[in-house]
């Protein structure tokens, strides 16, 4: 198993390189970067987009171009220092390598727009991801997992058919719709003000002991939480049970239960084991979504400032070092988890072995 690992991580060095590459031609072709916003920004403010174009800075990593409608009229002196400062006097094979160095060593630069390093955002916005993701996923898996086991020992039963109507209705309501509903419903929009309407914790949370901040920190994120993770019970619900119905099916569970053992012991000492790998297997996508891309109108409706709006908001500004370092991380995250995926697979059932699947 030793080896299988070792060479999943040498092949994520490969991976990343051609993911980057990937995600640089791709926003090196999209119109509109950071050097036409600038030159917009200067158009409508004047002096302050001036003096920050003009007081200097060192070349980022980037991609795009400095030649639009918008540079006609600018002084060739000033578009070479703004295209000098983007790091847009290079080459683009020149800027990509650097990129590669720089991120090998996780320096991603300094925002274009923000006057901060990127890793600094991603730090700041980090907690409010995490939060939000984490408690969503564990929420899912715990209502999910044993709702699925259910319905799958009462197949075809009127709780069945009652619970997959439920869930399926959730599935089929936009998560940014639930959080208005529930705003309205409990957060003093018209009915009852019970949650806080916005913010991960209150202003005054370093002042309270550590109790109150507990309950501070909660009661911030039900919420959130709730409107997250609406649409997320079908999918993983229906895909437990229907797995558990593969399982109890084959001629292993017969045989259990021809041996005496009760309903519970065949479930968990011998189904349980079987049905569960498809379910861990979705576990690194359901991850990745829920912590950085699932939960963007869910923190815009909640003032809370995490990854996802960040991405989206460098994504508009073409703020290029902090897409490039937020699509890094993202996918660097997402590859260790499919690694974890795997180990968990051995951890589950040692039955498996992905060394001699390779060799």
């Given at each position: 198993?030793?080896g299988?690992?070792?060479?999943r991580?040498?092949?994520i ?8 590459l ?20 200067m ?17 980022e ?7 639009s ?6 002084p ?5 220092e ?16 650097m ?11 300094e ?22 993701g ?23 039963s ?7 109507s439920i ?77 558990f ?8 569970v017969?045989t ?13 000492g ?28 869910i ?7 995490g ?7 460098a ?15 993202f ?8 690694l974890?995926s ?6 589950v059932?040692p039955?498996i ?7």
């Amino acid at each position: 198993m030793g080896g299988y690992i070792l060479r999943r991580l040498a092949l994520i060095i490969p991976t990343l390189v051609g993911i980057m590459l990937l995600n640089f031609i791709i926003v090196q072709a999209a119109p509109g970067g950071p050097v036409e916003q600038l030159i917009a920004e200067m158009e409508g403010h004047g002096g302050s987009a001036l003096a920050r174009a003009t007081g200097g800075g060192g070349a980022e990593v980037a991609t795009g171009s400095g030649d639009s409608r918008a540079s006609r009229g600018l002084p060739p002196e000033l578009l070479e220092e703004i295209n000098t400062m983007y790091g847009f006097d290079k080459p683009p094979h020149e800027r990509f390598l650097m990129m590669l160095t720089d991120y090998a060593t996780f320096d991603f630069g300094e925002s274009f727009f923000r006057d901060r390093s990127v890793v600094e955002l991603i730090i700041d916005k980090l907690p409010v991801s995490i939060s939000l993701g984490l408690w969503s996923t564990l929420v899912i898996y715990l209502v999910s997992i044993p709702l699925g086991i259910r319905k799958a020992v009462h197949d075809g039963s009127r709780f069945d058919v009652w619970s997959s109507s439920i869930i399926v209705v959730g599935y089929a309501i936009p998560g940014f719709l639930f959080a208005i509903l529930l705003i309205v419903l409990f957060a003093g929009g018209s009915y009852f003000e019970v949650f806080p309407l916005s913010g991960l914790t209150s202003p005054d949370f370093n002042q309270m002991t550590w109790s109150e901040k507990v309950v501070d920190y909660f009661s911030h994120l039900v919420l959130p939480v709730t409107a997250n993770v609406i649409g997320g019970f079908a999918t993983l619900t229906l895909l437990t049970k229907n797995s558990f119905l593969d399982e109890i099916g084959k001629h292993y569970v017969v045989t259990a239960r021809a041996k005496g053992l009760n309903q519970r012991q065949v479930l968990y000492g011998h189904v349980f084991r079987n049905a569960m790998l498809i379910v861990i297997a979705s576990m690194p996508g359901v991850l990745v979504s829920l912590f950085f891309t699932g939960s963007l109108l869910i923190e815009v409706i909640f003032s809370l400032d995490g990854l996802g709006l960040l991405g989206f908001e460098a994504a508009l500004n073409r703020d290029y070092p902090v897409i490039f370092g937020t699509l890094y991380i993202f996918t660097l995250m997402g590859l260790i988890l499919k690694l974890i995926s795997d180990l968990t697979y051995v951890v589950v059932d040692p039955r498996i072995d992905f060394e001699s699947r390779e060799g």
